[in-house]
């Protein structure tokens, strides 16, 4: 193995690296020497205490910027004052954000545009920071009289500085006059413009730049002087501006952010020079730096955003940038930031960080203080079961109510605001979801205006999706969290731990009762695989799958769409296709292409913390059958199907490039790799609704403008020869709702997505309003294309081979140990109960001859477990096996002769006439006969717990005979082996099923024993806690 030599570049970096860290911990260590945290951490808190002269500060230090905006202007002869002070508070923000000084790197990249070439940018920043420091070292001499220094060292400093003066006039002058200095080739041509802009400034320019440079860095001592009238230290208005322009000349270059330790250092040394004692020194000098970084952080930011087409300057974004005409690649770095992004976008953990974000704000005043971080921590450990709750209950849509009244049950109790935490939680919020988010990344990524926040502000307050702008979900989410924490840290006690875990306790059971009754509108999910198939013959020779992202159907129709309507006309449509919970894109996207629930591809957000969908994907099914496939699209679908699938495109571009970047890229791929199927993400309207509005008319245009974009990609296809023998299918992974185009807790809008197939195989002008899925997909293009459907896919086929509507009625026999009675049962089955009935018996893992016997009194099928693994998995069995054989209705019976087999026509009448889906025939409703009295008060008492549970008064929630329609047949899980009655009323209920019971007869058991135990009383409730924790 060949080791590389160190280079120079690489020991300069272990040079400036070393520097770097030892400067930081001599810093350190000097503030611990001379400074004890408390006096630090009240020297911060006084500053928060002190708005007036924190307000000056913040005017002053602005204004200091704005002059020397102006003094640019002068220079350059041209551009925006505006401008340019919003690229030098910007230069401030990356100065303190990187160990170098890249604000003065970027500073002329950012200053170029209109009228202002990078030469003249960079130039003119030469010249004006030659002046700053001119006019530093100016200020700093000619105030050293009135510092404490001896005549001796003031002389002996007043060298140095006039030196560094007298070379800055000397190289303005030979620079101008052109006269001969041998220079490195490479560095010629930038001499020749730095000459020609000497040359070409005037005599009048340097002085009227110099004359208005010195107000404001004598303007930039606000910061130590109102740092120190707040600290109590008594320091002149000369003596501030002595310091302050002694230390920015120590900034010239540094080696950490915003140079710390340097900073802190200089400032002291001058400090002590003026009169002030070590320990203060070092106090203002770090509590005026931390200051800085807050400004710079802050109002630097907010002013940063002021530079127009501040992305497109930057040499370093316009890499990352794609055009409609280049179709970059999402580099690894928009990999990696879209992920860290979706950390803060999506809702769940955007509460776990913003929470803690601001509890260590409000904790900075207290830094010192080690009973408070005591306090602190422990507040922590309490609040994290409610921070739990929160994050596992969505609380979607109406259910958000729920959270101010959590709130308001909070404020009632504990009887305590702190108006300041309040004012950040609140503050904060808008700032991120407003001003970084829909204002700045929106300009940044897809070049929306920075007044984008004029419209923002009023779609985050009726924003419903599971984002972090939902403001109706998040504001009182993290005003409990924080106002709870804070009260817990000022009167931390057992007493007060225990009145806080019992509020948590009844917001966390208000939590799952509140989603049980109410989250029903769901679309249930199909559990049937899929059921047609076709590994033969490929019906089309090539599947081409656009996907419009965030298309709604109905504001589809509204749009004028020529070339959609034209393959509407051609082929087929479905107007009922409706997208999975919860509808985010990365969600959809893994059902639509591996046919699979979220639950079983594991995609159940934008955030991704495991990478990959955990089942066979279209992808993988084609590859295994010697085909390509390939999907064009943004990097976040790379965490679902991976790098050698996914062909990106940067979403660092403007959103009236994005789509026609795609549809490049789509071009590309076809060419290059020619692949059976391509699925072609356009990202537009998705994108306009999120920055506009789904109700705004820009959505509207910006479908139309996608109609023409598909129109040219499906044109190019066409002349090249990629449409022959093609089917072509136009869908959307989901809607959009109100507010930011909100999508994800299935609002109306967002529920039903379009759904156009045309080409081969598909007839024409035909249109189907029966509800269907997104994960039909998968199952369509498999079909197509001749190859197994993905293995988990549940979805079924759509446009071709239809199936009727028609199969069997499923009677389903759990059977344990039940030879004896099992004959008699099956004996009474009624085989023609509106319709053709069929018999499944599952045998448990009996001992005796139960499934012998089963087949002998002609059950059509049996299933037998290896083992009794409990009358839940039985029942889960016999629901795969009814599924299997297409049964249009199950029912599902005890075989223990308790029941009669004759009343199933009672059960199946309400299914029949569409007024219910599940049906439950209770014993209690008729006249049980035989009943002990112990089995009847445990029926009730379990009842009454399942009525409480369900939000619904039921009657005879252990039943064992119970319907099904197809659509609950369909959907019914159980996930409790042991028992399944009251777990599968759960799972049905919180799905929208419609439920109803009807009167049955009953009678005690003659033979056999019942499977109830002791065990029963502490199994079934384990069960019904881990069905409500997972639902």
């Known amino acids: 193995m060949s080791l590389r030599r160190p280079t120079l570049s690489d020991s300069l970096h272990s040079w400036r690296l070393s520097l770097a860290v030892g400067l930081v911990v001599v810093s350190a260590a000097a503030v611990v020497a001379f400074v004890s945290p408390n006096e630090l951490a009240d020297g911060v808190k006084r500053c928060f205490q002190s708005p007036g002269w924190m307000a000056t500060f913040v005017g002053l230090y602005t204004l200091a910027f704005a002059l020397r905006a102006l003094a640019w202007r002068v220079l350059l002869g041209v551009g925006s004052i505006w401008s340019l002070h919003g690229v030098l508070q910007a230069s401030l923000v990356l100065n303190h954000a990187l160990p170098v000084k890249a604000g003065e790197v970027a500073r002329p990249l950012m200053a170029r545009g209109p009228g202002i070439s990078l030469g003249a940018a960079t130039t003119s920043s030469v010249v004006a920071r030659v002046i700053d420091v001119c006019v530093l070292a100016s200020l700093a001499v000619l105030l050293l009289p009135f510092s404490n220094l001896g005549a001796g060292d003031s002389l002996r400093m007043v060298g140095p500085a006039l030196l560094l003066v007298s070379s800055g006039a000397l190289a303005i002058m030979v620079l101008r006059s052109g006269a001969g200095v041998p220079i490195p080739a490479p560095a010629k041509a930038i001499l020749e413009d730095l000459r020609q802009a000497f040359r070409t400034t005037s005599t009048r320019q340097y002085m009227l730049a110099a004359a208005i440079t010195l107000p404001s860095w004598a303007l930039e001592a606000s910061a130590v002087y109102a740092t120190a009238r707040v600290l109590g230290v008594d320091l002149p208005v000369h003596a501030a501006i002595g310091v302050s322009a002694f230390t920015i000349l120590f900034q010239v270059f540094h080696f950490t952010p915003g140079g710390i330790g340097i900073y802190e250092g200089s400032m002291s040394a001058a400090l002590v020079s003026y009169g002030v004692d070590l320990d203060s020194a070092v106090v203002l000098a770090t509590t005026t730096h931390a200051l800085k970084f807050a400004y710079a952080f802050t109002v630097g930011v907010l002013f940063s955003v002021t530079i127009p087409g501040v992305a497109s300057r930057l040499s370093p974004l316009a890499r990352l940038r794609g055009s409609a005409s280049t179709a970059k690649d999402a580099s690894r770095f928009e990999v990696i930031a879209a992920r860290a992004w979706n950390v803060l976008n999506e809702g769940k953990p955007f509460t776990l960080v913003f929470v803690g974000g601001v509890l260590l704000a409000l904790a900075i005043p207290h830094a010192g203080d080690a009973g408070y971080w005591a306090r602190w921590s422990l507040g922590i450990l309490c609040i994290a079961p409610l921070a739990l709750v929160f994050f596992r209950f969505d609380f979607p849509l109406r259910l958000r109510t729920a959270l101010w009244g959590a709130l308001g049950l909070f404020l009632l109790v504990f009887q305590f605001v702190d108006l ?13 979801t407003v001003g970084l988010w829909g204002s700045i990344y929106y300009h940044l990524r897809i070049g929306m205006p920075l007044t984008n926040f004029t419209r923002f502000w009023r779609l985050v307050l009726e924003n419903p999706d599971p984002t972090s702008g939902n403001f109706l979900e998040q504001i009182p989410k993290c005003l409990v969290l924080v106002l709870g924490h804070q009260w817990l840290v000022q009167s931390m006690g057992v007493g007060s731990a225990a009145a806080w875990l019992l509020y948590t306790a009844i917001v966390g059971v208000s939590a799952i009762l509140l989603h049980q009754w109410f989250f029903t509108w769901l679309p249930a999910q199909s559990l049937v695989p899929t059921r047609l198939r076709n590994e033969g013959e490929a019906i089309a020779r090539r599947v081409i799958v656009i996907v419009i992202d965030g298309c709604r159907a ?83 679908l790379v965490d679902a199907f991976g790098h050698d699938t996914v062909e990106t495109v940067t979403a660092v571009t403007h959103n009236d490039e994005i789509d026609a970047a795609l549809s490049l890229r789509g071009q590309q ?12 993400q356009l990202l537009s309207v998705d994108q306009t609704g999120h920055a506009r509005g789904s109700y705004n008319g ?15 990609f499906m044109g190019w296809c066409v002349e090249r020869g990629y449409l022959e023998d093609a089917t072509v299918i136009v869908t959307a992974d989901h809607g959009q709702g109100i507010g930011i185009g909100g999508h994800g807790h299935m609002s109306p809008s967002e529920i039903v997505v379009p759904c156009i197939l045309a080409g081969a195989g598909i007839a024409s002008g035909a249109s189907h309003d029966e509800p269907r899925s997104i994960t039909d997909i998968a199952a369509t293009v498999a079909y197509l294309l001749g190859v197994p459907p993905p293995s988990a896919s549940v979805g079924q086929v759509l446009a071709v081979g239809v199936e009727a509507d028609e199969g069997p009625i499923a009677v389903i026999i759990p059977a ?46 049996v299933v037998e477990h290896g083992s009794n693994r409990g009358l839940g998995a039985a029942l889960r069995t016999g629901l795969e096996a009814a599924r299997a054989m297409n049964a249009t209705a199950a029912v599902y019976l005890d075989a223990d002769g308790e029941y009669d087999p004759a009343e199933m026509r009672d059960l199946l009448e309400p299914i029949e006439r569409g007024e219910a889906d599940y049906v439950i025939g209770s014993r209690y409703l008729g006249h049980p006969q035989g009943q002990l009295w112990h089995r009847r008060i445990a029926n009730r008492c379990f009842t009454l717990l399942l009525s409480v549970l369900a939000g619904r008064r039921l009657t005879d929630g252990q039943s064992g005979y119970r319907a099904f329609s197809r659509r609950a047949l369909e959907s019914a899980e159980i996930i409790h082996d042991y028992n399944y009655a009251q777990v599968l009323t759960l799972d049905l209920l919180r799905k929208g099923m419609r439920y109803c019971e009807v009167p049955i007869s009953y009678r005690r058991r003659e033979k056999g024993s019942s499977f109830i135990r002791a065990e029963y009383l502490w199994r079934v409730p384990l069960g019904i806690t881990r069905e409500l924790l997972s639902s």
């Open 554 to 636: 109905d504001r589809l129709r509204e749009a004028s769409t020529p070339f959609i309507d034209g393959l509407r006309a051609r082929g087929t449509e479905y107007t009922n296709l409706r997208t999975v919970y919860p509808a985010r894109t990365v969600t959809c996207f893994s059902s639509m292409l591996t046919g699979a629930t979220p639950q079983r591809h594991g995609m159940q957000s934008n955030f991704v913390p495991s990478l990959g969908v955990k089942c066979e994907s279209l992808f993988d099914v084609l590859t295994e059958q010697g085909k390509t496939g390939r999907l064009v699209g943004i990097a976040h």
């Open 816 to 861: 344990y140990n039940e030879s004896e009675n099992l004959p008699g049962v099956l004996a009474r089955v009624p085989r023609h109960a509106g319709g053709d009935v069929r018999v499944i018996v599952v045998d448990d893992g009996s001992t005796d001859s139960t499934a012998a016997s089963a087949r002998q009194a002609g059950a059509d099928v």
């Open 420 to 432: 300041g935490a309040v004012a950040l939680v609140v503050g904060a919020y808008f700032v991120f």
């Open 669 to 680: 791929v076809m060419e290059a790799e020619n692949p059976d199927l391509l699925v072609l």
């Open 698 to 712: 820009e959505y509207l245009e910006k479908i139309e403008e996608t109609d023409r974009t598909i129109a040219a």
